[in-house]
Every structure is written in structure tokens, then in C-alpha cells.
DNA sequence: GTCCAGGCTCTTT
DNA sequence: AAAGAGCATGGA
């Protein structure tokens, strides 16, 4: 069975810096230039052409439910770039260089584990380690270009590893953090469901009781599964912009808090992620 | 060999 | 409340 969806789009959404700024692990780009993501259980192939995006391997039907939210179709980045333009001139050239950063709504359990295992982590290791859970834990899904894909494992599946099983797929000291935190889930002692209807300062508290999760991560999983725009992660980079750019050298999260308010704004989220792209590819070159 | 990576937990002040 | 030590692992 053979099915694609095609989206009109504009310029902002580019798949390649979509791919490049840090919010997914599972976009594998193919020798085209295209890419393959597994997410929600599915396995799709992105290719951009001119005005559109081409959705391979998915229905009409489930590009409605799934794929649309997942790409935030609903929000007119048009207008959130009006309202973070003119406040300063570092923030107005990372969007001009990173307009076609979109915010993906992924899924809440995923996101919890993979930004566990970023802490203190490099991004090609982070790569791996969700590879291997994903293959060792996941269910096969399909085959595309030659490879196998599989979904990534569920709570329940998680809670059951053993921890030195877990080790061998790269975690380091995180290993404990992630089977903990499977097991509460499992358990039912933090219910996802709540989390995302609840307010950002209640759900990041809520998070925080996650072995592995703290200000950083609970941020990440707030704005990259939560629906949650404002929220504004403060990692090695973004403490970096913010003390050269900002003259912002504050390590209180409270301060943090009000100065990220009051400066960014309600997309101060989006924000962040403009910055920590712009950042990364202006100094790094990776 | 040393340093660092989308930090966190635990201990000590 | 705030600051510091320790932590797995691979790549630069």
C-alpha cells in the first residue's frame, strides 16, 4: 500500500533545521536529503520540495491526527516571529538564520527518557542510546531505504529491563534515572495525562519528582511535549548566550524566571530554541 | 592525557 | 538556601 500526503508550507519550516536543532534524535537523514522519523508509532519519509511538504507513508486520515499536531501546523509562526522581533538584536538574527525552526509536539513518555539521557550527554550519544532502547524494546514497524525501524518501548516495557541491560545500551550513570523513572509512570504514580492539563509552574513541579528531571530537562519535556511555548530550558549554551549576549550571569532559577519573562515574552520557548541553534552553528561548526 | 557534552542527585557548608 | 563533588562514556 502505497500513500502520501503533500502540506503546502512556507519558510518556516525547514526540515533540515528542524532535524539540526536538538529536539528530536530519531530524524536519520537519507543521501537525498530527505528524512526518515519514526514517531508515534509510525515511520514516515519528509521530502521538501519547493512550496511543499511530501509526507510519505502515512494517510490523509492520519496526517489529520497525528502528523499535523506533531509538526505544529496549527500555530502561524508568522505571527509568534512578529512578536519576538525587535526586542534585541541577538534574538532578531537567530530567527532571521533560524526561521525555519518549528517546535514539534512529541510524545510525552519520549520526551521524558530521551532528555534524561541528554543530561550532561552529547547529542550523536544521545543518538545511539535512543537507537538501541528503540531497537532492543520497541516494536518493528517497517522497513524503508533498507533499514528496520522500530517504536519506541513503552513504560511498562522499560519498568520490566534489567539495569545492566540498560547500561549496555550506552545510559552511563543515567540507566538508574530511566528504569526509576519508568517504574513511576508504570506505576501510575505521576499520571502524563494530568501533567499535560495542568499549569506550567504545577507541571514543572510535578515532573521535577522524576528521578533524572530537573529544571533543564523538566523545561525540555514542558515545551518540546507539553504544548507549552514559554517554557525556556537553560542549558551549557543558552547560560552562554545569556551571559554574552545578555549580560545575564544570574544561576537562581527564580531570577532566571523573571528575567526570561519579562525579556522573552510568552514564546520566550521558541525564543530559546532560535538562540540555541543560532549559537551552537555560529560557534561549533558540528 | 584532559576536557566537554541540551545536568542531576547527594552531600556538605 | 547555596555551593561542590561525583557521575558513565565517547569524541575532540
Not at 137 to 161: C, H, W
Not at 163 to 182: E, F, H, N, P, V
Not at 246 to 266: L, M, N, T
Amino acid at each position: 500500500m502505497k500513500s502520501q500526503v503533500i502540506v503546502k508550507k512556507n519558510e518556516n519550516l525547514s526540515l533540515k533545521q528542524i532535524a539540526e536543532s536538538g529536539q528530536s534524535f530519531r530524524w536519520k537523514e537519507q543521501i537525498d536529503g530527505s528524512f526518515i522519523v519514526t514517531a508515534m508509532n509510525e515511520t514516515v519519509q519528509l521530502i521538501e520540495k519547493n512550496n511543499d511538504l511530501i509526507i510519505k507513508g502515512t494517510s490523509e486520515e492520519l496526517f489529520k491526527k497525528k502528523w499535523s499536531h506533531y509538526f505544529d501546523l496549527g500555530r502561524n509562526y508568522k505571527k509568534v516571529i512578529a512578536e519576538l522581533k525587535g526586542r534585541d538584536q541577538y534574538l532578531d538574527a537567530a530567527i532571521e538564520y533560524g526561521k525555519g525552526i518549528r517546535i514539534l509536539n512529541q510524545d510525552l513518555w519520549e520526551i521524558i527518557v530521551t532528555f534524561i539521557i541528554s543530561s550532561n550527554n552529547n547529542i550523536p550519544r544521545i543518538k545511539n542510546s535512543i537507537e538501541m532502547l528503540s531497537q532492543k524494546y520497541g516494536s518493528y514497524i517497517k522497513t524503508m531505504n533498507g533499514e528496520d525501524y522500530y517504536s519506541f518501548p513503552r513504560a511498562a516495557t522499560l519498568s520490566q529491563v534489567k539495569i545492566q541491560d540498560l547500561r549496555a545500551c550506552g545510559l552511563g550513570y543515567r540507566d538508574k534515572y530511566i528504569l526509576k523513572t519508568s517504574q513511576m509512570i508504570a506505576e501510575g504514580i505521576i499520571d502524563l495525562k494530568e501533567i499535560k492539563n495542568m499549569s506550567r509552574k504545577k507541571a514543572k513541579k510535578e515532573l521535577k519528582k522524576l528521578f533524572g528531571v530537573g529544571n533543564k530537562v523538566a523545561d525540555c519535556i514542558l515545551l518540546f511535549a507539553c504544548e507549552q511555548p514559554a517554557a525556556f530550558p537553560v542549558d551549557t549554551w543558552v547560560k552562554k548566550v545569556l551571559a554574552e549576549y545578555y549580560d545575564f550571569h544570574e544561576s537562581k532559577q527564580e531570577k532566571i524566571d523573571a528575567f526570561v519573562e519579562d525579556h522573552f515574552g510568552e514564546f520566550a520557548g521558541i525564543a530559546q530554541q532560535y538562540l540555541f541553534y543560532y549559537i551552537r552553528k555560529t560557534e561549533n561548526l558540528k
